[in-house]
Nanobody, 120 residues
Framework: QVQLVESGGGLVQPGGSLRLSCAASGGSFSSFSLGWYRQAPGKQREWVAHITADGHTNYVASVKGRFTISRDNAQKTIYLQMNSLKPEDTAVYYC??????????????WGQGTQVAVSS
């Protein structure tokens, strides 16, 4: 069993940046795909990005060119660098570990989430 703990959320002005981290402990790490999801109040949780074991990345269209997902296998950590943030990016962000196939990602484990608020 793997435990995932997110950090780095907070309040930021539109156009600003945040870097989210997700540290994993227990179980395997380097052989899995990892992803980020987000959920705004009253809305379904949506997939944002994922990265495969070999480093291939995929993004939802609304964040392409603004967000970057990366992984550090030695530290068992994944990151989400978020630039040019917009109010519509406001949500609770969750990291997950699962299985990737092509541009599809199936999450199996979830972190507790970290709040991101983009507001002036």
């Amino acid at each position: 069993q793997v435990q995932l703990v997110e950090s780095g959320g907070g309040l930021v002005q539109p156009g600003g940046s945040l870097r989210l981290s997700c540290a994993a402990s227990g179980g395997s790490f380097s052989s899995f795909s990892l992803g980020w999801y987000r959920q705004a109040p009253g809305k379904q949780r949506e997939w944002v990005a994922h990265i495969t074991a070999d480093g291939h990345t995929n993004y939802v269209a609304s964040v392409k060119g603004r967000f970057t997902i990366s992984r550090d296998n030695a530290q068992k950590t994944i990151y989400l660098q978020m630039n040019s943030l917009k109010p519509e990016d406001t949500a609770v962000y969750y990291c997950s570990q699962g299985v990737g196939r092509g541009n599809l990602f199936r999450p199996n484990f979830w972190g507790q989430g970290t709040q991101v608020a983009v507001s002036s």
